[in-house]
């Protein structure tokens, strides 16, 4: 079993940088990967950027170029840094990990409870 709590979302205006965080506690060494999705109202949730354990990230083709995503293995803890925000960022953004069990829901195992992030124009 794996909890993940996401922090660090907040209202911030168009041009804009956040910094979000998850943190992982549990069984964290079955964790193979690590990613940020996002969900905003009426819309799919949709991968924003994905870690895996050996480092590799991929993006969301919307935020390459402006999201980072990365980790902390003393702290447990894996961060997307956002720059150059958009209205079109705004959504709940949510933390996923993967340690290969059969139940899966958007190809994670285990989903915090997310945090909004709003962007103003």
């Known amino acids: 079993q794996v909890w993940l709590v996401e922090s660090g979302g907040g209202l911030v205006q168009v041009g804009g940088s956040l910094r979000l965080s998850c943190r992982a506690s549990?069984?964290?060494?079955?964790?193979?990967?690590m990613a940020w999705y996002r969900q905003a109202p009426g819309k799919q949730r949709e991968l924003v950027a994905r870690?895996?354990?050996?480092?590799?990230?991929n993006y969301g083709v919307s935020v390459k170029g402006r999201f980072t995503i990365s980790r902390d293995s003393v702290r447990d803890t894996v961060y997307l840094q956002m720059n150059s925000l958009e209205p079109e960022d705004t959504a709940v953004y949510y933390c996923?990990?993967?340690?290969?069990?059969?139940?899966?829901?958007?190809?994670?195992?285990?989903w915090g409870k997310g945090t909004l992030v709003t962007v103003s124009a």
């Open positions: 549990g069984n964290i060494f079955s964790i193979n990967d």
């Open positions: 996923g990990a993967r340690d290969g069990s059969p139940e899966v829901y958007y190809g994670m195992n285990y």
């Open positions: 870690i895996w354990r050996d480092g590799d990230t």
